[in-house]
């Protein structure tokens, strides 16, 4: 059972529209990220959040917006995206962010941009 | 160069048997941290086990266990009686303690494990 969710679980969307992406953790954690897998490529990192505070933006393009309002709730949002931005988004938190810290992941959002 | 080498894309085991996934790092840090998870088909990451670089003891966690070779920057994942809900693609992954680098958790490109019974 994981403490991290994530909301929607399926979004298919066209390159015009705007949507939302949602994690929540349950688990106390100060740090929460959002990664990108796409096929056949290893986990991409896009953003750390630590204590609330964006501590990395990993080159990402502009079209994808992040969020947190707390330490416990992250949002990516979404506007003009590309069909090469069809990927699983994949959330996690952590203690802090910090190297000895494991990271617990959410179940994934499954995006298609059209 | 790849901060994470994992060279087996597939891996086949028989059902109760034990198979050994490798992992392979590169990082100029002292101090970092292994992590590996298993993403089984639905698509979450699920943490499997931890080991520091400081930690002198090889991690274990019930079947799992992380034969840590810190000289020769390896830390495999040996997986000890295999069951059929053990197939899943496994990653491996790197956190650095200092530089740029510090707290980004790098995966390597993941093995397939297929557990026959």
């Known amino acids: 059972e994981t403490g991290v969710t994530q909301t ?4 298919v969307m066209g390159m015009t529209n705007k949507k939302s992406l949602k994690c929540e953790q349950h688990l106390g954690h100060n740090a ?6 796409s096929a056949k490529k290893p986990l991409e990192l896009m953003f750390v959040y630590n204590f609330k505070e964006q501590t990395e933006n990993n080159s990402v393009p502009s079209r994808f917006s992040p969020e947190c309002p707390n330490s416990s709730h992250l949002f990516l949002h979404l506007h003009t995206l590309q069909p090469e931005d069809s990927a699983l988004y994949l959330c996690a938190s952590s203690q802090d962010a ?3 810290n494991e990271q617990f992941f959410g179940p994934g959002t499954r995006l298609t941009v059209l | 160069a790849q901060k994470i080498t994992q ?3 597939g891996m086949f085991v ?4 034990a198979v050994t996934l490798d992992c392979t790092y590169d990082t100029s840090d002292q101090s970092y941290g292994l992590f590996w998870y298993k993403q089984p088909s639905s698509g979450e990451m699920i ?3 931890y080991q520091g670089s400081y930690d002198e003891q090889n991690a274990t966690e019930g079947r799992y266990s992380l034969n840590f070779q810190k000289a020769r920057k390896s830390a495999n994942l040996v997986i000890s009686a295999s069951q059929l809900g053990d197939s899943a693609m496994y990653f491996c992954a790197m956190r650095e303690g200092r530089g740029t680098s510090y707290g980004k958790l790098t995966f390597g490109q993941g093995t397939i494990l297929t557990v026959h019974p």
């Open chain 1, 98 to 100: 910090g190297p000895y």
């Open chain 2, 47 to 49: 943490f499997l086990i």
């Open chain 1, 32 to 37: 929460m990220y959002w990664y990108k897998q």
């Open chain 1, 8 to 11: 929607p679980r399926h979004l």
């Open chain 2, 14 to 17: 028989q059902e109760k048997e």
């Open chain 2, 7 to 9: 060279t087996q894309p």
